[in-house]
C-alpha cells in the first residue's frame, strides 16, 4: 500500500476553511484516496473518497491534482465540532480490508 | 440503528489473565475487523474476517485469536494478557472489501493491563 504523509496537527479557529494535504508519492494507477475522521473517544469515520479531480459532499471536498501525487481535503467553515483527527488513506479498489492507518492530522479548532 | 456494538466498554485486567472481547453489527456486513490504537497512534489491524467461519492475520496478529461463528459477531481474545497489550480496540465491519466500501467503527473498547 502506498505511504502517505500529513502533517501532525493544525490550528484554525471558527468559520474558516481549513485545508489538510495529503502526500502519497508513490500511488499507484489504481488506488483511491480515502479520508476518515475521528472525534475523541470515538472509532473513526469515513468522510469523503475519491480518484482523481475533485470529489464533494456534504462534509468536505477533496482536490486531487493531475498526477496524483497529494491530495487536499477541504473543510469548509469549520466549528469547533470538526476538531478531531483527519486520516488520509491510499489504496486499491481491493484493499479495503487491509488499510493502513498513519498518525492522521490532528486538527484542533479554537473558537 | 446500533450499527456496531462493542462489549465492554472498559476492562482492567491482570498480567496473564485472559479475556474476550465482543463485536456485533446489525448491518449484515461481510466484512470484519479488529484493530488496536495506542494513544496518539493511528490503528493498526489486529485480525479480520471476509465471511462467517473465516479469519485472517492482520499487520499485528501475535497474542490474539478471533473468531467468527455467526455473521454478526467478531470475537476478539486475549490468551495471556501482557502490559504491551494496553490500548484501545476497535471494531469495525463492511459490507465487502473494497476499498470504496466505508468501514463503520464502533466506539472501542479501552483495555488496561496491569
Known amino acids: 500500500l502506498a505511504k502517505t504523509t500529513q502533517p501532525i496537527s493544525m490550528d484554525s479557529y471558527e468559520g474558516q476553511e481549513v485545508n489538510i494535504t495529503c502526500s502519497h508519492n508513490?500511488?499507484?494507477?489504481?488506488?483511491?484516496i480515502t479520508w476518515y475522521q475521528q472525534f475523541p473517544s470515538q472509532g473513526p469515520r469515513f468522510i469523503i473518497q475519491?480518484?482523481?479531480t475533485k470529489v464533494t459532499n456534504e462534509v468536505a471536498s477533496l482536490f486531487i491534482p493531475a498526477d496524483r501525487k497529494s491530495s487536499t481535503l477541504s473543510l469548509p467553515r469549520v466549528s469547533l465540532s470538526d476538531t478531531a483527527v483527519y486520516y488520509c488513506?491510499?489504496?486499491?479498489?481491493?484493499?479495503?480490508?487491509?488499510?493502513?492507518f498513519g498518525g492522521g492530522t490532528r486538527l484542533m479548532v479554537k473558537p | 440503528n446500533a450499527g456496531v456494538t462493542q462489549t465492554p466498554k472498559f476492562r482492567v485486567l491482570k498480567t496473564g489473565q485472559s479475556m474476550t472481547l465482543l463485536c456485533a453489527q446489525d448491518?449484515?456486513?461481510?466484512?470484519m475487523y479488529w484493530y488496536r490504537q495506542d494513544p496518539g497512534m493511528g490503528l493498526r489491524l489486529i485480525h479480520y474476517s471476509v465471511g462467517e467461519g473465516t479469519t485472517a492475520k492482520g499487520e499485528v496478529p501475535d497474542g490474539y485469536n478471533v473468531s467468527r461463528l455467526k455473521k454478526q459477531n467478531f470475537l476478539l481474545g486475549l490468551e495471556s494478557a501482557a502490559p504491551s497489550q494496553t490500548s484501545v480496540y476497535f471494531c469495525?465491519?463492511?459490507?465487502?472489501?473494497?476499498?470504496?466500501?466505508?468501514?463503520?467503527f464502533g466506539d472501542g473498547t479501552r483495555l488496561s493491563i496491569l
Open positions: 475519491g480518484y482523481k
Open positions: 469495525a465491519s463492511s459490507s465487502t472489501g473494497h476499498i470504496n466500501q466505508p468501514q463503520h
Open positions: 508513490n500511488i499507484a494507477t489504481n488506488d483511491y
Open positions: 448491518m449484515n456486513h461481510e466484512y
Open positions: 488513506l491510499v489504496g486499491d479498489k481491493n484493499a479495503g480490508n487491509m488499510l493502513t
